[in-house]
């Protein structure tokens, strides 16, 4: 099983709602990521767990949440986020530590802020 | 600091015929990888190959090849044969230390559509 499945598929919400996107693998990796891409670029790195420990966070507003309760598990919970988070976010997972394996992505969730 | 360039925004192949999309990377950490992505537009991310910076040879997987030349710190992928499904955004990433920790930096990506 090389999937990582994120649930939901699409998401629209309001600026003062709470809802929270789920990533899933069971791979056995260790590291899990959180990606945000806007359209027409790159996915950008929000949040790393490793060993279920958050270990990088690229000064990501507090409105995102991360949560890994364990180690096949990562959740993003949203908070009173505004219309500029609308983008595709990306859930990873790889092993760490080890730079010659390739990182695992799910299909994504399409969130739009309205 | 890692940074990962891709200097082609968009590319035409005609069907069958092979196409070569440019990356550049930098990077001080003497460890590392490369890898290439293929975005179609669903959104998902598919890993299509990967070449180690103590690689000898390039790799090569399928239809598609990684022409690795360190010393330019170049890491080039070559699709053979082009079908129409190859028709999509493709993203060179670099993963390597930065800040004690390892990052997958990602290119902005090349736009590639195969016209029959």
């Known amino acids: 099983d090389t999937e990582v499945t994120q649930t939901p598929k699409h998401l629209v919400m309001g600026m003062t709602n709470k809802k929270s996107l789920k990533c899933e693998q069971h791979m056995g990796h260790r590291a899990m990521y959180w990606y945000k891409q806007k359209a027409k670029k790159p996915p950008e790195l929000m949040f790393v767990?490793?060993?279920?420990?958050?270990?990088i966070n690229e000064s990501v507003p507090s409105r995102f949440s991360p949560e890994c309760p364990n180690s096949s598990l990562l959740n993003l919970h949203l908070h009173a986020l505004q219309p500029e988070d609308s983008a595709l976010y990306l859930c990873?997972?790889?092993?760490?530590?080890?730079?010659?394996?390739?990182?695992?992505f799910g299909q994504g969730t399409r969130l739009t802020v309205v | 600091a890692q940074k990962i360039t891709q200097t082609q925004p968009g590319m035409f192949v005609q069907e069958k015929e092979a196409v070569t999309l440019d990356c550049t990377y930098d990077?001080?950490?003497?460890?590392?990888?490369l890898f290439w992505y293929k975005q179609p537009s669903s959104g998902e991310m598919i890993f299509l190959i990967y070449q180690g910076s103590y690689d000898q040879q390039n790799a090569t997987e399928g239809r598609y090849s990684l022409n690795f030349q360190k010393a330019r710190k170049s890491a080039n992928l070559v699709i053979s044969a082009s079908q129409l499904g190859d028709s999509a955004m493709y993203f060179c990433?670099?993963?390597?230390?930065?800040?004690?920790?390892?990052?997958?930096?990602f290119g902005t990506g090349t736009k590639l559509q195969v016209i029959p």
């Open positions: 990077t001080s950490d003497p460890s590392y990888g």
């Open positions: 990433a670099m993963r390597a230390l930065s800040g004690g920790y390892q990052k997958v930096t």
């Open positions: 990873a997972s790889s092993q760490p530590g080890q730079e010659n394996t390739e990182a695992f």
């Open positions: 767990y490793s060993y279920e420990k958050l270990s």
